[in-house]
């Protein structure tokens, strides 16, 4: 499969590094999405998506950070399998005759924090407590820096719904931090 993705890409340096983020972090995030798809076969069309919005995005990936890298991924591939997950779940509800179904996919804890300084812990703890795409947003915005449209785009998001959910994720982060929203504005 990795021959098929390196023809899709132009240019060498490109190729290469894709290759080097393929082999590092392919295992992880067939971890990442087989913990929310219990199903090894759909994890991996889950990893492999994930990678042709990676190779979209090439320039999000920094080598040199290998925790923000992880991240990044992370995120991406936990994104396809939640998307995958809702898609099974909608064509499942459609062929039953059940009314209501009640699932709950479990939040993986694939977030690495360990290069935080001491006194951003409280911040780091209050981002954890955050529902998964309310911290999603929040980390793809300060910890990558990337804005709206490229959230959107990962995130298969409209550029409006981030941004909505971004002053979302700000309120509630005030929230748990005991202060006002507008003090953090």
Known sequence: MLVTYLNLLDDPEEQRKFERVYTEYRQMMFYVANDVLHNEYDAEDAVQQAFMRVMNH??????????????FL???AQNVAIDIYRKKRRDW???TSYDEHE??????????????KEEDHRLADAIAKLPKH????????????FGSEKIGALLDLT??????????ARRK????LGGKYEDYI
């Open 134 to 145: 309310y911290a999603d947003v929040i980390r793809l915005t300060y910890i990558h820096g």
């Open 74 to 76: 992370s995120i991406i």
């Open 93 to 95: 509800e459609y062929s």
């Open 159 to 168: 550029p409006e719904n981030v941004r909505q959910r971004l002053v979302r």
């Open 58 to 71: 090439l320039d999000g990936v920094d080598e040199n950070d290998k925790h923000k890298t992880k991240s």
């Open 103 to 116: 699932i709950y996919i479990e939040d993986p804890n694939g977030q690495d924090f360990e290069n935080i």
């Open 173 to 176: 982060l005030a929230k748990i």
